[in-house]
Nanobody, 121 residues
Framework: VQLVESGGGSVQTGGSLGLSCAFS????????MGWFRQAPGKQREGVAG????????YYADAVKGRFTVSRDNANNTVNLMMNSLKPEDTALYYC?????????????????WGQGTQVTV
């Protein structure tokens, strides 16, 4: 299984960025793809998750209404669109795949991780 992230970068407060995660190698039809983030000196936290089968989405309270997670099963990608970005959104963002429950997202429940991509606001 491979998860390869793209996107990220630097943006001013209030701006937008999009992240994408291309995944391959999964054999199940319905599982959870999630996004985590880790700021310096802080624990990794779940940001958003989406089931690949039904498309049900979940969000952390801190990003609800600003971030949108979506999946494109035809292209095996999961995307995270981030709007109205704040300095506190600055972190290393990781794509993750898990057979466990999609929410709450737990680090311990993740089966596969992407390499991480930096977002700086």
């Amino acid at each position: 299984v491979q998860l390869v992230e793209s996107g990220g970068g630097s943006v001013q407060t209030g701006g937008s960025l999009g992240l994408s995660c291309a995944f391959s190698g999964y054999t199940y039809s319905n599982y959870c793809m999630g996004w985590f983030r880790q700021a310096p000196g802080k624990q990794r936290e779940g940001v958003a998750g989406v089931y690949t089968g039904g498309g049900i989405t979940y969000y952390a309270d801190a990003v609800k209404g600003r971030f949108t997670v979506s999946r494109d099963n035809a292209n095996n990608t999961v995307n995270l669109m981030m709007n109205s970005l704040k300095p506190e959104d600055t972190a290393l963002y990781y794509c993750a795949a898990t057979y466990a429950s999609c929410w709450p997202l737990r680090v311990s429940g993740v089966d596969y991780w992407g390499q991480g991509t930096q977002v700086t606001v």
